[in-house]
């Protein structure tokens, strides 16, 4: 069935440093990939999203990439803030979008 | 405000027991779904429901039971036959009809004693 690999599980990062997470999906099909940000006891927010006809997609200090020949997509968070410190899921869904697939997460340190 | 509501928050039930999970969304959204969290585990969908009175089977509908007969709610039953329902379930909901940023409720804990 369909797949979503995240890696790392967890990341530590000195805050300023730059923090790069990276998932692979098994399902061609897929041509929507969200990440989401969760904070202790909160709920999961998207914070970027990219679809298949885009490689590239930046927000602030937030960008995302996506490989659709290798089925890779990353998120890359620049100039990192205590603040930045949550789990962080990358995801995959298709046309009709009606399943989304998650990676395990991430769980980002950020040390001041 | 606009959003989406699970209730209870915690809750604890006997082995044996069925338990219902409530999820109400004032979004006007078609799409709605259930997914469980464990810890390493990421978020795994139980099931998902794109239009009123229809829905569907996640990765791991086993041992669980939705409803949707209107719109703006999608229970969801966790019933005895679920083997270790111990969990974090987060209920969400999305426009529909194409991909698109899932909404999330915030969530409901389950403990089975």
């Known amino acids: 069935g369909e797949n979503v690999e995240q890696h790392p599980s967890t990341l530590s990062v000195q805050e300023g440093d730059s923090a790069v997470i990276k998932c692979t999906y098994s399902?061609?099909?897929?041509?929507?990939f969200p990440w989401y940000k969760q904070e202790l006891g909160k709920r999961p927010q998207l914070i970027i999203d990219i679809r298949s006809n885009v490689g590239e997609k930046k927000d602030q200090r937030i960008a995302v990439t996506l490989n659709k020949t290798a089925k890779h997509f990353s998120l890359h968070i620049t100039e990192t803030q205590p603040e930045d410190s949550a789990v962080y899921f990358c995801?995959?869904?298709?046309?009709?979008?009606?399943?989304?697939?998650f990676g395990a997460g991430t769980r980002l340190f950020v040390k001041a | 405000d606009g959003g989406i509501t699970q209730s209870p928050k915690y809750l604890f039930r006997k082995e044996g027991q069925n338990v219902t999970l409530s999820c109400e969304q004032n979004?006007?959204?078609?799409?709605m779904y259930w997914y469980r969290q464990d810890p390493g585990q990421g978020l795994r969908l139980i099931y998902y429901s794109q239009i009123v009175n229809d829905f569907q089977k996640g990765d791991i509908a086993e041992g669980y039971s939705v409803s949707r007969e209107k719109k703006e709610s999608f229970p969801l039953t966790v019933t005895s036959a679920q083997k270790n329902p111990t969990a974090f379930y987060l209920c969400?909901?999305?426009?529909?009809?194409?991909?698109?940023?899932?909404?999330f409720g915030e969530g409901s804990r389950l403990t089975v004693l």
């Open positions: 979004l006007n959204h078609d799409a």
């Open positions: 399902d061609s099909a897929s041509n929507y």
């Open positions: 995801a995959a869904s298709n046309t009709g979008g009606f399943k989304t697939i």
């Open positions: 969400a909901s999305s426009i529909g009809g194409t991909p698109g940023e899932l909404f």
